[in-house]
């Protein structure tokens, strides 16, 4: 682990819950600490909402909660945007004859860093559609946190409006 939180140049964190207008280093990073990162997500919202002349009441809840919500987990080195299309697998023929998929390549890295460990299942979690066996592919490929992904979730709900 790098010891921070942003991108593989050590720049910015290259994610859009991340962007500020103003480049400000409080909302984009890098980050040094996990309370740092959740606080930038915060920061965030906050100047976004404001910007729309909106309350911010969630906001300010993110501010108080995020960071003993999501803990202090280490940095790794993330994909960014693992979601189903961005996994390219082939087909196999096994010694018994039987066909399965691997993978074969994964795609779209802009978004690519090191964030919190908890983010590359969290990020998935609130687009996981619940109508298939993906989000069985996801547990089995990712440690899942549930708890985390349903606070990713919320904030999910809060920017992507």
Known sequence: SPGFDG?????????????SLEKDPAIT????????????????SKTMFSEMNNDSFHCDYLARHLP???????????????????????????????????????VDWETAGWYPSYWEY??????????DDWPEYVENILDPLPLEGAMIWFVFNILEF
């Open 7 to 19: 991108s593989v140049d050590r720049g910015p964190v290259p994610h859009r819950y991340f962007w």
């Open 29 to 44: 990073g890098p980050f040094q600490t996990a309370e740092e990162f959740t606080k930038g997500i915060a920061l965030c």
């Open 68 to 106: 003993s919500a999501l803990g202090n987990y280490p940095p790794m080195f993330t994909h960014g945007d693992l979601w189903r299309e961005n996994v390219l697998v082939r087909k196999v023929v096994i010694f018994t004859n039987e066909e399965e998929y691997e993978v074969a390549a994964l």
């Open 122 to 131: 969290t990020h998935i979690f609130p687009l996981l559609q619940w109508i």
